[in-house]
């Protein structure tokens, strides 16, 4: 057995569940995490198909998750092509996977204290904008499931909805720095239950059967 393979066999039958963290994704149809780093062989079949470059291979400072795949929306959110999940060899990455909306890596959340439309948006109520204020709407205009996943709250503030995906398309093009827009991931071994809390059914006039729902 090659010496690599043996390592590899080392690192799954010790699933690691790396720390949470922000903006760290795994590919889309990734399984349950433990199961994901038992699955893995860490082959970069995923890492290499992907056309927009947005899968990055774990490095040493990640502990047993090294060489799984994984993206960081900063860099370059996830295009939702899909391509990765039909070349993974042993279902690390569910091939079933194949329409955007059942990525749900993670979702996105707001900061509404530097977000430019919220800034905006305060400003024009208080009345005391010096008139400097920026209007931004680049994670609305740039999300694939725009009015569905993120809408604009009286036409003035992103919100996001159940709907989200998690792609980091938002986050990636989000002008301000740190970024105002970030994504919570449901894999690697954040707890998304507990960064994440759920919101009443809303109302929005796009949302005529009313079972979006905001979360944040
Ligand atoms: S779905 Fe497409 S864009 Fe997203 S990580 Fe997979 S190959 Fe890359
Ligand atoms: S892209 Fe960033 S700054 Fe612009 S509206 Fe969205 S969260 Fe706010
Ligand atoms: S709001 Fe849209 S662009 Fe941002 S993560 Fe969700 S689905 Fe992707």
Redesign the pocket.
């Known amino acids: 057995m090659r010496f690599i393979d043996k390592v590899r066999i080392i690192l799954n039958e010790n699933p690691f569940y790396s720390n949470f963290k922000i903006n760290r994704l795994r590919p889309p149809g990734a399984v349950e995490e433990r199961e994901f780093m038992r699955l893995c062989i860490r082959c970069a079949r995923c890492i290499e198909v992907c056309p927009y470059r947005s899968l990055h291979r774990a490095g040493a400072a990640d502990g047993a998750a090294v060489g799984t795949p994984y993206i960081y929306a900063e860099e370059r959110g996830c295009y939702m092509c899909m391509l990765c999940t039909q070349v993974c060899p042993t279902g690390a990455l569910d091939k079933n996977a194949t329409a955007m909306q059942q990525m749900s890596v993670g979702r996105a959340k ?1 900061d509404e204290t530097t ?3 919220y800034l905006y948006a305060k400003a024009l109520a208080e009345g005391v904008g010096g008139g400097t204020e920026l209007y ?5 205009n740039s999300c694939p499931l725009q009015a569905k996943a993120i809408y604009l709250k009286n036409m003035e503030v ?1 919100v996001i909805t159940e709907e989200c995906t998690g792609c980091g398309v ?1 986050t990636e ?4 720095e740190p ?3 970030n994504i919570i991931p449901t894999q690697m071994g954040g707890n998304f239950e507990r960064e994440t809390k759920e919101l009443p059914i809303f109302d929005a006039d796009f949302n005529t059967d009313n079972t979006v729902k905001e979360w944040q």
């Not at 931004?136 to 609305?140: E, I, K, M, P, V």
């Not at 093009?173 to 301000?176: D, I, L, V």
């Open positions: 707001i977000c430019y439309d931004c709407n680049t994670c609305y992103p938002c093009r989000c002008p301000t970024r105002s827009i």
